[in-house]
């Protein structure tokens, strides 16, 4: 897989430099298992340094470097025009927003979801589905990253970070995709805590793990 290789290529000795200053692999929670080889998934696992990329949120204007948020970071990958998987994805990741809201976690974390439709998920898009999903912009910790581009969203989700998607044929309401879904946790020092592949991630273990890595 290209990204495992360039994980390797990049990412390992940065991961080596900081075992020992929290936990192993530079980690603080346990080490996550997986059902086969970790080695052989396409998306970055427990203690890999998450990929490094540049992405700008089209709302704000600001660009994000994801090796350098300096908190922990709550990752997905989804459209706006999704119906089934990507509501849940989003859903789940506005709960654990709303969850740390008000606590001492809520400035302590960052949630990044990333588009991989960057042709029709402009700013304006991406407001009014902030809007329609209760996505609470102002609070300061949500940025929706946007790739510029279709090349750029494939070498981002798909090459980086392991995230299959496959546009459709387009009928009268548009086109869709087939995709695949995956929701990253990493800590403040950009190496990945817990990689859910799943379209259903349990919203109260996402609270936890949030809360254990914002002290």
């Known amino acids: 897989m290209q990204r495992r290789a360039l994980l390797r290529a990049g990412g390992v000795g940065i991961v080596a430099g900081l075992s020992g200053c929290l936990g192993g692999n530079g ?49 997905t990958f989804f459209f706006s025009h999704c119906m089934s998987v990507c509501p849940i994805l989003i859903g789940t990741l506005r709960n654990a927003q ?10 302590m974390v960052r949630f990044l979801p990333i588009t991989f439709d960057p042709q029709r998920d402009d700013a304006a898009r991406l407001q009014q589905y902030a809007a329609d999903m209760n996505v609470d912009l102002t609070m300061g910790n949500w940025s929706f990253l946007r790739p510029r581009g279709v090349d750029r969203a494939k070498a981002v989700v798909s090459d980086r970070f392991g995230v299959v998607f496959d546009r459709t044929e387009e009928t009268d309401d548009g086109y869709m995709f087939a995709h695949t879904a995956l929701t990253l946790i990493v800590n403040a020092d950009a190496i990945v805590e817990r990689a859910y592949r799943t379209g259903s991630p349990d919203e109260g273990q996402i609270i936890a793990d949030i809360e254990a890595l914002t002290g």
């Open 27 to 75: 980690t603080q929670l346990a080490r996550q298992e997986y059902a086969t080889d970790p080695q052989n998934l396409p998306y970055p696992t427990w203690g890999e340094q998450v990929p490094e990329v540049t992405l700008p949120d089209p709302i704000t204007g600001d660009e994000v470097e994801t090796t350098a948020v300096g908190l922990p970071a709550v990752y």
């Open 98 to 107: 709303t969850a740390v809201g008000g606590t001492a976690h809520e400035d």
